[in-house]
């Protein structure tokens, strides 16, 4: 047997199986940062609980990028941005190790002709191999759960399925303050991300004006139109919010905002005009980690959201 071919369908179906166990990003967001957080926008959110690795820096937003600190570690210990130019790793930690030291052996195996583990020989081994291969993604994927399980198992259940604040955020700048955010916001915060889930789904532009700022209406507008003029939807459906927690909250011009971390699962589903799946599943829900910031006038008033970013 010819060892070329061989290893060149086995690194092909390694490959494969690694990209089916990824996730397809067409949610509210795409996957992305994007929005304002008023004067913090260039600066990260204070890492939380719920993303204890805080945020990915800012990828689209109208506020202009004042002078920000070098990538490294800001006052409050998270991560900093070099003024949204350069982005840091947004990888987890965990996976980044484990998986990609399982991967980077098993194809190292391959193209040395040792197999996944150190022994595929003929045709039995090369069956051998492909099984293995299976075998180390869903163990990755199954101690990654695990792991997110009992990080966030002991959230507590107060404030709508949100974690106690505690002293969430940094030092107010002179021209902030620091707010209390109480049970009201956080539970007008969880049905927010369940009707902009919803208003998206059903491409409702007028609906999302009533939730988002102007800006964010704007990205979510440009999205549906890719979507279209690809001639595909996006559906989001059976969201269920998970946990979640304040990272900070503050006021400053006349404006107040919070930004919290929220964790929720749903079924991702993208299709083309006939109904045919193109990304996603309509039976295996994914959960999703984002940090969200709401924005309303300090006199009063409902908040809207102002900013959706990705975890690290």
């Known amino acids: 047997m010819k060892t070329r071919p061989v290893l060149t369908t086995a690194v092909v179906l390694a490959l494969s199986l690694a990209s089916f166990a990824g996730i397809a990003d067409a949610r509210p967001g795409n996957g992305g940062s994007m929005g304002s957080r008023g004067s913090r926008t260039w600066s990260a959110p204070a890492p939380t609980r719920t993303s204890p690795y805080g945020a990915a820096p800012m990828e689209r937003s109208i506020a202009p990028q004042q002078?920000?600190?070098a990538y490294g570690r800001n006052t409050y210990g998270a991560p900093?941005?070099?003024?949204?130019?350069?982005r840091p790793p947004s990888r987890h930690p965990f996976l980044t190790g484990f998986a990609g030291g399982l991967l980077g052996?098993?194809?190292?195996?391959?193209?040395?002709?040792?197999g996944l583990l150190g022994g595929a020989?003929?045709?039995f081994g090369f069956i051998g191999l492909l099984i293995q291969i299976a075998l180390?993604?869903?163990l990755v994927r199954w101690l990654?759960?695990?792991?997110?399980r009992r990080q966030g198992g002991n959230a507590s259940a107060g404030n709508g399925g949100f974690a106690p604040a505690g002293n969430a955020g940094r030092s107010p700048a002179n021209n902030q303050r620091t707010i209390q955010i109480g049970p009201q916001d956080y539970q007008a915060f969880q049905q927010l991300l369940l009707n902009v889930q919803a208003a998206w789904s059903q491409q409702n532009i007028p609906a999302l004006q009533g939730m988002a700022t102007?800006?964010?209406?704007?990205?979510?507008?440009?999205?549906l139109a890719g979507l279209a003029s690809r001639g595909e939807r996006?559906?989001?459906?059976d969201v269920r919010f998970l946990q979640g927690d304040l990272s900070e909250a503050w006021s400053e011009n006349g404006y107040d905002y919070a930004t919290v971390a929220l964790r929720y699962s749903l079924i991702d589903l993208t299709t083309d005009m006939m109904g045919r799946v193109v990304s996603g599943s309509s039976a295996d829900p994914v959960t999703v980690t984002e940090l969200w910031t709401f924005v309303r006038p300090s006199a009063g008033g409902g908040w809207l959201l102002s900013a959706i970013q990705q975890t690290r």
């Not at 900093?80 to 350069?86: E, L, P, Q, R, S």
């Not at 098993?106 to 040395?112: A, K, R």
């Not at 990654?144 to 997110?148: A, E, K, S, V």
């Open 80 to 86: 900093a941005y070099n003024n949204g130019m350069m």
């Open 234 to 237: 996006n559906v989001v459906s």
């Open 67 to 69: 002078q920000a600190p």
């Open 214 to 223: 102007p800006e964010m209406v704007s990205y979510f507008n440009q999205e």
């Open 144 to 148: 990654f759960g695990l792991f997110m």
């Open 121 to 123: 020989h003929g045709f």
């Open 105 to 114: 052996a098993g194809l190292f195996g391959l193209m040395s002709g040792h």
């Open 136 to 138: 180390g993604i869903f």
